[in-house]
């Protein structure tokens, strides 16, 4: 496993950029962009996509905003950007593209959408190979068995991973399966903590303490908010924290991530959409899925030295640790 790990590092290093230039409209393009709500990972989908859109030419008017993770507000939101007459939406978030399907079924406008983790499972498009009428988008599923040794390698003897998961939340439950059916083939047994309530994420994480090795927490847009709640109660119990978030390993509320680059799935979204404007039918356009380059790996030399951990050989020289 640890040369696919090296594979991955090593691609980190030489990603190419993945825009195609095309030529701009004539007339600048009004883009809606609709978040669920204020984060870092998920501004930086959107600051991907904006970057991805000037590489091709386009120079777009953007009508951005979010409804700070409140559900009951996305309908009057959603309703709001589509009255404005966009050429294109960008739904970031499986529950805002979910919600923009059904809401804006009648629009005559696209919409592209990132991250979503299963877009299948999620109900958005019926296969992997292309899209819906109107609507296509990017997946920020991760290469899970490279996942699985990166932790494997930070915390040697892991053989028991918890998965934090928000059980209605469509992306949470299918990463948290899939982590599910392919760790034991590492050896890893997976066991899934359910968390619905961010209020309940204390007494979950220590629940796991004695029947895990180490915990997950996945790109969800329910516990990555309350990831400082998901560090206390995992400091209490010396447990290694493992995120889908890089400023979470940053802000050192956890121990690590191998994750997807979400800046880069926003360039891919930003692809995607100036391949729509460009006259492409979304309907044929296969859903995009990160490659080895996509993902960053990034370590925290505070969670390390507080878990009494030390950086294994194959990262050496990864560049890859932060304070």
Known sequence: MFTKLRTVVTGLAVAAALTTPVLAQTTAPRIAI????????????????????????????????????????????????AAADPDLMLTITTPMAQSARQILANRDFPIVFAPVTDPVQAGLVGSWDAGAPLLTGVSNIPDLAATVAFMQSLVPGMTRLGVLYNPGDDSDTAFA????????????????????????????????????????????????????????????????????????????????????????????????????????DPATIAIAVPAPEDHLIRISQRQMTALGLTLPEALTGCDCVVD
């Open 34 to 81: 609709a978040l669920f709500g204020p984060h870092p990972s998920l501004q930086q989908v959107s600051d991907g996509f904006k970057a991805s859109l000037d590489a091709a030419g386009y120079e777009p008017v953007y009508d951005e905003g979010n409804v700070n993770f409140d559900r009951s507000l996305v309908p009057q939101f959603l309703n709001r950007l």
């Open 177 to 280: 399966t899939r982590l599910q059916t392919l760790a034991p083939a590492q050896g890893v047994e997976v066991l899934l903590i359910g968390v619905d309530n961010a209020n309940d994420i204390p007494q979950r994480v220590t629940s796991a303490q004695g029947r895990v090795d180490a915990l997950f927490v996945p790109a969800s847009s329910l516990l990555q908010p309350a990831s400082p709640a998901i560090a206390s109660a995992a400091g209490r119990i010396s447990m290694p924290v493992f995120s889908s978030n890089t400023q979470s390993v940053g802000d050192a509320l956890a121990l690590a991530t191998f994750a997807v680059d979400f800046y880069r799935i926003g360039e891919r979204a930003g692809d995607l959409a100036a391949r729509i404007l460009g006259g492409e």
